[in-house]
């Protein structure tokens, strides 16, 4: 094998950046940079109140004003997804990615200028906007490198999702430190500066191509689609890619794009549908959310003080960045399915070991350290599996005409598990306490068991031969032939 098929081309490499940057970094960067101003956006609330009112704020009406300020973002995200799939089907992946900048900056606008006027209502509305962008972002962006990547890169590229999202959220923490962006007189510049990734998009995206199997399959534009891979692959290496999209082409013969109520019912994706059902509940369930929560609690056991704990939670953001290269890098040599099971497998181990910490913190001096070293690789193990390669699968799984609708539909699941998370899990956690891991270590356990019971392994395989692998689930062993034969007729006739 050449060195230069072993790695992507400089053009698939920069268009990776330039989809990342305005796609999956937004939605870390966002949910990262809330965080640092809570106590001035209280005060903001508060003195905002009091000047329309003149009356306090009951604490009551404070912490309700702040959840809806924190969890719209969620709102926004799901409406995203819902609206995600459609946009990449009508304006193409590059133009719903190009076309989602214009919400991006409306937002930061809004953020911008909600203290100076005095509109806390304007906050809302941009968090629930950049909701809506990251909702398309988290949609389109994978889809467009899924279908650019060719198949022995494909792993190691989709990571690219996962490291601009990670890489967004470290961002957003060193921003929002009180030396830069994270003080009291800067938080409206520090919501707002969201619209530079949008501007980054906007100025360097234009430069690339459309994705070739979206302007072949979709759009039927087989010059352009040559044209496209060229740039990508290069004049010698691009026919192989040519190849393998025209053979995509052929197996769909003219099917259209499909809509998500249709994948319900349609047996031929019925397990590939569960897949990306329980592997997105399973990554949004998993723990890394109480992992959070019980940071800052830990690492002030440990004897760090509360100035020097934002430094500290860098650290967990530096870890998260470091495992999606890592897992990019190992992806499409170890393979999906036993990186994906590893990190489960390693989760379940550190809950374990979190859960007797936590439980004997204050016995020896010694255990906080244990609890602090069980965080961070927790971190890393839901990095090197859950964290990266469930969005990666998304993409192998399906075939053109289902792939935008399959996004969609884990869009919308990750978004309502992400939202329910973070309503219930502040009473999980007053409930059940530190014994909480024992919850997230049985759902690991179970998507453990699914992934290796079901998934079959990607690497290296078209999208054709990954659906293949998928239809002796579908149809089963007996009268298989007979099965295929009248679900094909079926299909035929829905096409007329």
């Known amino acids: 094998m050449h060195v230069s098929s072993r790695f992507p081309s400089w053009t698939l490499f920069l268009a990776v950046c330039a989809v990342g940057i305005g796609g999956t970094f937004q939605y870390g960067y966002n949910v990262s940079i809330i965080n640092a101003p809570t106590q001035h956006i209280h005060r903001f609330l508060n003195e905002t109140w009091i000047s329309r009112y003149h009356m306090e704020l009951s604490p009551d009406l404070l912490t309700f004003l702040w959840s809806v300020i924190a969890s719209i973002f969620s709102l926004g995200g799901l409406c995203g997804a819902l609206i995600g799939g459609s946009m990449a089907i009508r304006l193409g992946r590059k133009g719903a990615l190009l076309m989602n900048n214009i919400i991006a900056v409306l937002a930061a606008i809004l953020m911008g ?15 629930f906007l950049i909701g809506i962008n990251s909702g398309i972002g988290i949609c389109v962006q994978p889809l467009y490198i899924g279908e650019v990547a060719p198949k022995h890169l494909r792993g190691g590229m989709a990571m690219g999702s996962s490291i601009f999202l990670t890489g967004g959220i470290l961002t957003g923490q060193i921003i929002g430190l009180r030396e830069l962006l994270g003080g009291e007189m800067y938080w409206p510049l520090l919501l707002s500066s969201s619209s530079f990734p949008a501007f980054a998009q906007l100025l360097f995206l234009p430069w690339f191509p459309e994705s070739p199997r979206y302007l072949l399959i979709d759009r039927g534009d087989e010059l ?6 060229k740039r990508f692959h290069g004049s010698l290496q691009y026919q192989r890619e040519m190849e393998d999209i025209q053979q995509e082409c052929f197996a769909l013969d003219g099917e259209k794009p499909r809509k ?6 349609d047996r031929g994706v019925r397990w590939q549908l569960i897949t990306v059902i329980v592997m997105t509940m399973g990554q949004q369930l998993s723990g890394i959310n109480a992992i959070y929560f019980y940071a800052t609690y830990i690492f002030e056991q440990a004897g760090i003080s509360a100035e020097k704990i934002p430094y500290v939670t860098l650290g967990t953001g530096a870890c998260e960045c470091l495992t999606a290269l890592t897992c990019g890098l190992l992806i499409d040599y170890v393979g999906r399915r ?26 020896y001096s010694w255990v906080p350290y244990v609890s602090m070293t069980s965080i961070f690789a927790f971190i890393l193990s839901f990095g090197l599996g859950p964290g990266g390669i469930t969005n990666t699968l998304t993409a192998e799984l399906f075939i053109q005409s289902s792939r935008p609708a399959a996004y969609m539909i884990g869009g919308t699941i990750s978004w309502i598990s992400f ?13 059940l306490k530190q014994y909480c891991f024992l919850v997230f270590l049985l759902e690991c356990s179970l998507v453990a068991a699914f992934i290796f019971l079901v998934i079959p392994e990607t690497k290296n395989k078209s999208f054709l031969e990954i659906k293949k692998e998928f239809h002796k689930l579908n149809f089963g062993g007996k009268n298989k032939e007979k099965e295929t034969e009248l679900y094909e007729r079926r299909q035929l006739h829905d096409e007329f």
């Open 113 to 127: 200028i909600s203290f100076p006027t005095g509109l806390f209502e304007l906050l809302i509305v941009g968090r």
């Open 224 to 229: 352009s689609c040559a044209k496209a891979l």
């Open 260 to 265: 998500p109520w249709q994948l319900f019912t």
């Open 419 to 431: 939202f329910t998370i973070g309503m219930l899990f502040p009473f999980i956690v007053k409930g």
């Open 338 to 363: 036993y990186l994906i099971i590893g990190g489960y497998l390693l989760m379940i181990f550190w809950s374990i070991v979190l859960t007797f910490s936590l439980t004997y913190q204050e016995l």
